[in-house]
């Protein structure tokens, strides 16, 4: 009995440990050596190449006629960019870290962070950390043509019921006119 209340107690014991959260100071560690920084000034880079890829974005050039498609195109890139000026500051860079900050330590440990902080310490960390960005523009610039040609079968699927329940809700009838 006695052994198993020991063994109890310290299968409790190394559980607690092991669940310990994060330091402020490993938190930080952390994206000093994944570059956090950097990656954020990639990700704000990005921003345009993917935005322009968006289902709504297509979707709304379809419904503007193919000779002024490159001027509308050209407008809303100039509007993506200045968003993209705009958003990048030091305010929302700040609430940017800290809700990077608040999400690792509600889901990593510390031992986790300290793994990872001795991973990213490695120079194949770095080698992959510095491609991070790459890959994750790659990846974001990519996606949405699959859920366009998704979505798509999905609207010629389901669509038109939609539109006939969304008009019998509104007009009590299959249309509205």
Same mark, same amino acid.
């Given at each position: 009995?006695k052994?198993?209340?020991?063994?109890t107690?310290f299968?409790f014991a190394?559980?607690?440990t092991?669940?310990v959260? &994060?330091?402020?100071?490993?938190? /930080?560690?952390?994206? @000093?050596?994944q570059?956090? %920084?950097?990656?954020? %000034?990639?990700?704000?880079?990005?921003?345009?190449a993917?935005?322009?890829?968006?289902l709504?974005?297509?979707?709304a050039l @379809?419904?503007?006629p193919? =000779?002024?498609?490159?001027a509308?195109?050209a407008k809303?890139d100039?509007?993506?960019?200045k968003?993209t000026? %705009?958003?990048?500051?030091k305010?929302?860079?700040a /609430?940017?870290r800290?809700?990077t900050?608040?999400?690792i330590?509600?889901?990593?440990t510390q @031992? @986790?962070v300290d793994?990872?902080i001795s991973f990213?310490?490695t120079?194949?960390?770095?080698s992959?950390?510095a491609?991070?960005s790459q890959?994750? /523009?790659a990846v974001m610039?990519?996606? &949405?043509?699959?859920? =366009?040609?998704?979505?798509n079968?999905?609207?010629?699927k389901?669509g &038109?019921?939609?539109?006939?329940?969304?008009?019998?809700?509104?007009?009590?009838?299959?249309?509205?006119n």
């Amino acid at each position: 009995m006695k052994k198993a209340l020991a063994l109890t107690t310290f299968l409790f014991a190394a559980n607690f440990t092991y669940a310990v959260t &994060p330091s402020d100071a490993s938190l /930080e560690r952390l994206l @000093e050596v994944q570059q956090f %920084d950097k990656l954020m %000034d990639d990700s704000f880079k990005s921003i345009p190449a993917i935005a322009s890829q968006t289902l709504v974005l297509k979707q709304a050039l @379809e419904q503007v006629p193919a =000779e002024k498609q490159d001027a509308v195109k050209a407008k809303v890139d100039q509007y993506i960019q200045k968003m993209t000026k %705009d958003l990048d500051n030091k305010k929302t860079r700040a /609430e940017i870290r800290r809700l990077t900050v608040q999400s690792i330590r509600t889901i990593y440990t510390q @031992e @986790e962070v300290d793994t990872l902080i001795s991973f990213y310490s490695t120079p194949i960390g770095q080698s992959i950390n510095a491609k991070t960005s790459q890959y994750m /523009e790659a990846v974001m610039t990519t996606i &949405p043509a699959v859920f =366009e040609r998704d979505f798509n079968k999905f609207d010629q699927k389901y669509g &038109p019921k939609l539109k006939r329940d969304i008009s019998q809700i509104v007009c009590g009838k299959n249309v509205c006119n």
